[in-house]
């Protein structure tokens, strides 16, 4: 979104340890191909996590999975804040 509205600036990229970049890698190979909902993006399902486990060929330990639904729900909880102080803002703007 910040890219969007030329707000890149605005992006703050975590530090991601060289051990954990292959799941940073997966997360994002996974969300580009997630569900979207009438609210917006659905959380990864273990079946899609499977389905794209068994496609690359990646192995996936329990423990990456267990990252990976954690960066999702973290994912997910963090674009409902930012959508709802949208909502926020908008609703400010259209009142003046």
Not at 16 to 36: A, M, N
Not at 71 to 94: F, G, I, T, W
């Amino acid at each position: 979104m910040y890219e969007r509205f030329d707000r890149a600036a605005l992006i703050e990229e975590p530090d991601i340890p060289e051990e954990g970049e292959h799941i940073w890698l997966w997360f994002w190979q996974l969300s580009r191909r997630r569900q979207q909902g009438m609210d917006g993006p659905q959380p990864l399902t273990y079946t899609e996590i499977s389905g794209c486990s068994r496609m690359t060929g990646d192995i996936l330990l329990r423990e990456e999975v267990a990252i990976i639904t954690d960066m999702d729900d973290a994912y997910l909880d963090a674009l409902a804040k930012e959508r709802e102080a949208q909502r926020v803002a908008n609703r400010k703007s259209n009142a003046n």
